[in-house]
């Protein structure tokens, strides 16, 4: 199997962003890195005298990727990925073809089907306490900045699996319906990549500056419009919150006191994971 990462065109979230700062927290820097996530290789398909394309994501998130000969697109799950190609009509060589002759693009996530706009997140301080934000104004995309003690615990605002686990202060979690939280600025974290973590699960600690979240998704009309490589198919939003006042999408500069109940907690959870919670 050969790697993809030597010669395709490899063209991550931010890899497309250049001319953007990158500073220790920055959104950027998170995702600056995507090489390595794809390896690939030609499988022969002789029943079908054709070849297959077999991409195998490293990642724990999804991607999308187009092939740029074709412009064909394919979701690339994590692990194995089966792309049927078509015949070869040279009789000769028909799977000379090497790996590294596909050009591609690929973007983490996918499209969503459907979005919740009014799917509850949990603040991320513990039950009970009071937070408000802040645009975050060091980043290029709309990012919340929370007003959190330093070395407070942070809070996971919704379940999903982490993806990528920074240099200390950086955590990239997906979400069940292919959005993003990107947790900037925290002093420590105690998750790693691959982790799956719950709404209201301990994430890491505050640093001086509290901690900025960045909620986002591939999002089909901004990359419709994708013709040249420094574009950006990302679209960033303010989610739903819990709080004492009902589920409300906080106004910048507001305080609003968090609820972390039960219910919010288990709302993407299986019987048998709901069930297993509600024993503790």
Known sequence: MKTLSCKVLLIGLFLFMTGFSASAQSLMSLMDSQEGNLDGEVEKNWERKAK????????????????L?????????PGRNLIVMGRSRKKSGLYKRDINSYRLRYYPGRFPKKLNESFPYALPVKHGKETYWQTDSLENQLTLNFSIPEGDTVYATRGGVVCKA????QVLVYHADCTFAAYLMLESKFVSPGSEIHAGE??????????????????????????????YPYAHFVPIFRTDEGDVRPEEGETYRAVTDDELITQEMSRREKRQYLRE
């Open 52 to 67: 297959d394309l077999i991409l195998y994501n490293n990642d724990y998130c999804d991607f999308y990727i187009v092939l």
């Open 69 to 77: 000969r074709g412009r064909k697109l394919h979701d690339v799950h």
């Open 166 to 169: 920074g240099d200390g202060w």
């Open 202 to 231: 301990p994430i890491g600690v505050a640093s001086s500056e509290g901690v900025s979240i960045s909620f986002y998704y591939l999002d089909k009309t901004q990359f419709r419009r994708v013709e040249k490589v420094a574009d």
